[in-house]
T-cell receptor
Framework: AQKVTQAQTEISVVEKEDVTLDCVYE???????LFWYKQPPSGELVFLIR??????QNEISGRYSWNFQKSTSSFNFTITASQVVDSAVYFC????????????FGKGTRLSVIA | DAEITQSPRHKITETGRQVTLACHQT?????MFWYRQDLGHGLRLIHY???????NKGEVSDGYSVSRSNTEDLPLTLESAASSQTSVYFC???????????FGSGTRLTVV
């Protein structure tokens, strides 16, 4: 069975600090997809990134970066120079390749960035 | 622009009443999902559908039902609302799971 673990329930940082959100997954599939979603205080769920299991290159988008390591089954998310607007709940999710089973979500990590 | 909408955004109902939450998408996605979000539990799958007339149970389906009569809509019905069903409900749709989901804005349901 697939499983996503976000061990950090809540993280609090001071503005401009770097912060890494951990995501560890379990799957028997050799092909799969990983996602990160952001849920700001307004409540909507916003897609951030999708990564397939064959692409282990790290990705950077502005202050956001993602480190995918198949050897440790991890897909960690780093925010550099955090800002108050980064305060949100962040969810990691896993999909098997065929799309025949629903996305499995972690329980989320609540990030608070303090000015 | 294509979108996925949920209604109502907020609802208060009494224990024992039947409640239906609406979800409508114009993406023409075959796949639609209902999740509930509760503190400490993240997003938990209630029901899902991979096409018209197809429905499947998720991990927390007891007390809920869905029907899929067309591509655009997947209404979620609480047969007899209970206080334990107080939650925020999210509807989502996708072309395929590997592309991720598009979520609605959520419905906050309070059962008193």
């Amino acid at each position: 069975a697939q499983k996503v673990t976000q061990a950090q329930t809540e993280i609090s940082v001071v503005e401009k600090e770097d912060v890494t959100l951990d995501c560890v997954y379990e799957t028997r599939d050799t092909t799969y997809y990983l996602f990160w979603y952001k849920q700001p205080p307004s409540g909507e769920l916003v897609f951030l990134i999708r990564r397939n299991s064959f692409d282990e290159q790290n990705e950077i988008s502005g202050r956001y970066s993602w480190n995918f390591q198949k050897s440790t089954s991890s897909f960690n998310f780093t925010i550099t120079a955090s800002q108050v607007v980064d305060s949100a709940v962040y969810f990691c999710a896993l999909s098997e390749a065929t799309g025949n089973t629903p996305l499995v979500f972690g329980k989320g990590t609540r990030l608070s960035v303090i000015a | 622009d294509a979108e996925i909408t949920q209604s109502p955004r907020h609802k208060i109902t009494e224990t024992g009443r039947q409640v239906t939450l609406a979800c409508h998408q114009t993406w023409n996605h075959n796949n639609m999902f209902w999740y509930r979000q509760d503190l400490g539990h993240g997003l938990r799958l209630i029901h899902y559908s991979y096409g018209v007339q197809d429905t499947n149970k998720g991990e927390v389906s007891d007390g809920y039902s869905v029907s899929r009569s067309n591509t655009e809509d997947l209404p979620l019905t609480l047969e007899s609302a209970a206080s334990s069903q107080t939650s925020v409900y999210f509807c989502a749709s996708s072309e395929q799971g590997r592309y991720g989901y598009t979520f609605g804005s959520g419905t906050r349901l309070t059962v008193v």
